[in-house]
Nanobody, 124 residues
Framework: QVRLVESGGGLVQTGGSLRLSCAAS????????MGWFRQAQRKEREFVAA????????LYADSVKGRFTISRDNAKNPVYLQMHNLKPEDTAVYYC?????????????????WGQGTQVTVSS
């Protein structure tokens, strides 16, 4: 059974930093694109960032460009999301996702595998 498990969420003050991690089991994700989405209360799940299988290509939502960095280490956990200068509007449940894809896409429907999510709360 394929599982993606997120960790690293928590409570942080405005301007603070967090690093999220996503661990995979049940399948080798080194050949998969990996991504992060988030869902705030009463809002739809939205794309945050994605990285291709080799780590050579990334894609970011405009709202996080310059503040968040996605990376991967195929020898360990498959993907990380380093978040700096966090804002209250970043508060959400953050989900790890995986898919086989050529060109990275922010389209939620293109991502096949999902974790259970980790809560990130940014206090003002």
């Amino acid at each position: 059974q394929v599982r993606l498990v997120e960790s690293g969420g928590g409570l942080v003050q405005t301007g603070g930093s967090l690093r999220l991690s996503c661990a995979a089991s049940g399948r080798t994700f080194s050949s998969y694109a990996m991504g992060w989405f988030r869902q705030a209360q009463r809002k739809e799940r939205e794309f945050v960032a994605a990285i291709n299988w080799s780590g050579g290509s990334t894609l970011y939502a405009d709202s996080v460009k310059g503040r968040f960095t996605i990376s991967r280490d195929n020898a360990k956990n498959p993907v990380y999301l380093q978040m700096h200068n966090l804002k209250p509007e970043d508060t959400a449940v953050y989900y790890c996702a995986g898919a086989v894809m050529g060109r990275l896409t922010a389209a939620r429907a293109a991502w096949n595998y999902w974790g259970q999510g980790t809560q990130v709360t940014v206090s003002s």
